[in-house]
């Protein structure tokens, strides 16, 4: 509820308020993404045949780790595109070479192997060498350096405080920080609230053979899923956080559903979702409550009621 309220604007006297602007704020998380889903609907004629792929293994399905990085769409002052709001996505993978001929392919030859362990050591230099250099890239040079990345409390997810670090995080006058969103609270992330699964049913329509085919197919559903998908879960992350309002912190809810479709269409979709005044003033009643200290005399009062066995 914290972290909710925190992103709201001061309440009017006679307005509800609005959720704050959120241009200058990143998602990034990492996903799991298989070599084929484990059902697939085919439409065949009778005279086809039905489709076969062969794995070497039912239980150990070829799979790869990927960090994706996506913001909001930008806009300058008239109006203007300034960024889709699409950063990349890096696989969590590395080249190396055959230590034995066979018949597929001679000793040496160059394979890219997926990492299986992703540790602290493997997010570091992911952000290092990839993160916040596309980030620093893409960033509109009219817009100000002032950047949040915003990524689950995951135990590989420790933000490094070293000097290297630090230097690359402030490098050319950019000012990047790192916040945890809280836990338990996925829909709190445009990619867990549903780009993930936009990329991935993308990727489905592939057929991908080999892990280098796997890699290039999810790269290319990232680049090329529809963009108002991205505008539309940017809007629906703030009717989540109404909800987590009424759940007084909880996430016992369902997704909202507005129409977004229509309501672009009728040029009336929101960017800023406007919220209830009276929803805003029960939560801070809510946590006043919470955490209002005990009144004194309860110990007092403990004692009287506890009972004598002697």
């Known amino acids: ?46 005279s086809e045949e039905d489709p076969y792929m062969a794995h070497q293994s039912r239980r150990f399905k070829l799979k790869a780790m990927f960090m994706a990085i996506i913001g909001k769409t930008l806009y300058g002052n008239n109006g203007e595109l ?28 160059m394979v890219t192997k997926a990492l299986q ?3 602290r050591e493997v997010i570091r230099d992911m952000l290092l060498n990839k993160v916040i250099p596309v980030i620093m890239d893409k960033w509109p040079e009219i817009l100000p350096n002032n950047i949040v990345i915003q990524w689950d409390n995951a135990r590989p ?14 490098a050319n006058g950019f000012n990047i920080q790192f916040v945890f969103q809280p836990a338990q609270s996925p829909y709190l992330n445009v990619l867990d609230l549903g780009l993930f699964r936009s990329i991935q049913s993308l ?11 796997l890699v290039k197919k999810v790269i290319e559903s990232y680049n090329t899923f529809k963009p108002e998908v991205k505008n539309y879960i940017w809007v629906t992350i703030q009717r989540c956080m109404i909800k987590i309002l009424k759940a007084q ?23 800023q979702v406007h919220i209830q005044k009276d929803i805003v003033l029960k939560a801070v ?6 955490f209002r200290p005990a009144p004194e005399g309860n ?12």
């Not at 006297?13 to 070599?35: A, G, M, R």
């Not at 997810?157 to 402030?170: G, K, M, N």
């Not at 909202?256 to 929101?270: A, Q, R, V, Y």
């Not at 110990?299 to 002697?310: K, N």
């Open 249 to 271: 912190g909880g996430n016992k809810y369902k997704i909202p559903h507005m129409n977004k479709k229509k309501l672009e269409n009728l040029g009336i979709l929101p960017d």
């Open 82 to 109: 300034l960024h889709e709001g699409k950063y990349s996505i890096f696989p969590f993978t590395l080249k190396e070479k055959v230590k034995k001929s066979s018949k597929n392919r001679a000793s040496g030859t």
């Open 157 to 170: 997810h420790q933000i490094p405080t070293d000097e290297e670090f630090s230097a690359a995080t402030s």
């Open 117 to 119: 362990n992703v540790n």
């Open 285 to 290: 009643e809510c946590l006043n409550t919470m």
């Open 299 to 310: 110990e007092d009062a403990a004692e009287d009621m506890e009972v004598d066995v002697d």
């Open 1 to 46: 509820m914290k972290w909710v309220l925190n992103h709201i604007n001061p309440v009017e006297v006679n307005q509800d308020p609005t959720f704050e602007d959120t241009s200058h704020v990143i998602h990034i998380d990492e996903k799991w993404f298989y070599l084929n889903h484990d059902k697939r609907r085919f439409y065949l004629l009778p």
């Open 203 to 213: 990727q489905y329509q592939s057929f991908p053979k080999n892990l280098d085919e």
